[in-house]
Antibody, heavy 119, light 106 residues
Framework: EVQLVESGGGLIQPGGSLRLSCAATGFTVSSNYMSWVRQAPGKGLQWVSVFYSGGSSYYADSVKGRFTISRDNSKNTLYLQMNSLSPEDTAVYFC?????????????WGQGTTVTVSS | DIQMTQSPSSLSASVGDRVTITCRASQSISSYLNWYQQKPGKAPKLLIYGASSLQSGVPSRFSGSGSGTDFTLTISSLQPEDFATYYCQQSYSIPHFGPGTKVDMK
């Protein structure tokens, strides 16, 4: 079964750091494009970052310079390292598989992990 | 960045109704437009990709149309499980989602 499972969320103080994980089963992370998308409480979806299979990555302006996307091929896992967190980063964070042959749509999503930035 | 708008922001409908949601891009995105359904507390689910292609396993009552800047998601006969929020997303450049359309029960 193709599945993504996120972990690593929690309550963190402003200025702190957190690393989110997204473990994949049923497909290989390194052979796919992978994205992080977040959703603040009561708000819509916001794209955060993408990691292309070739190794390049891109970020939304709101997280550029603070967040880093990476992967561990041996663990078939995608990561999001989040530094200098602010209350505006409070959200549910989803990872998703991006399919280039389907107009770069996100066809598989994890259940999400909640990040709360508060003192 | 290419910005997305959706209308309406919410609508009330009954089971069996035909529902249409529109999405507009701030510049042409060809057919790089995807639609997602999200229910409270759940992850989004891909419905339509490439403006009009139905994702595997999605009921045929869902359809999409459009190209360039104007797009439409249609639910031909609304079912109880379709009450949810619907998002469009452009994938032509840096991805952006529309603000969403909440479909609730009349």
């Amino acid at each position: 079964e193709v599945q993504l499972v996120e972990s690593g969320g929690g309550l963190i103080q402003p200025g702190g750091s957190l690393r989110l994980s997204c473990a994949a089963t049923g497909f290989t992370v390194s052979s796919n494009y992978m994205s992080w998308v977040r959703q603040a409480p009561g708000k819509g979806l916001q794209w955060v970052s993408v990691f292309y299979s070739g190794g390049s990555s891109y970020y939304a302006d709101s997280v550029k310079g603070r967040f880093t996307i990476s992967r561990d091929n041996s663990k078939n896992t995608l990561y999001l390292q989040m530094n200098s967190l602010s209350p505006e980063d409070t959200a549910v964070y989803f990872c998703a598989r991006v399919v280039p042959t389907s107009y770069y749509a996100m066809d598989v999503w994890g259940q999400g992990t909640t990040v709360t930035v508060s003192s | 960045d290419i910005q997305m708008t959706q209308s309406p922001s919410s609508l009330s409908a009954s089971v069996g109704d035909r529902v249409t949601i529109t999405c507009r891009a701030s510049q042409s995105i060809s057919s790089y437009l995807n639609w997602y359904q999200q229910k409270p507390g759940k992850a989004p689910k891909l419905l339509i990709y490439g403006a009009s292609s139905l994702q595997s396993g999605v009921p045929s009552r869902f359809s999409g149309s459009g190209s360039g800047t104007d797009f439409t998601l249609t639910i031909s006969s609304l079912q109880p499980e379709d009450f949810a929020t619907y998002y469009c997303q452009q994938s032509y450049s840096i991805p952006h989602f529309g603000p969403g359309t909440k479909v609730d029960m009349k």
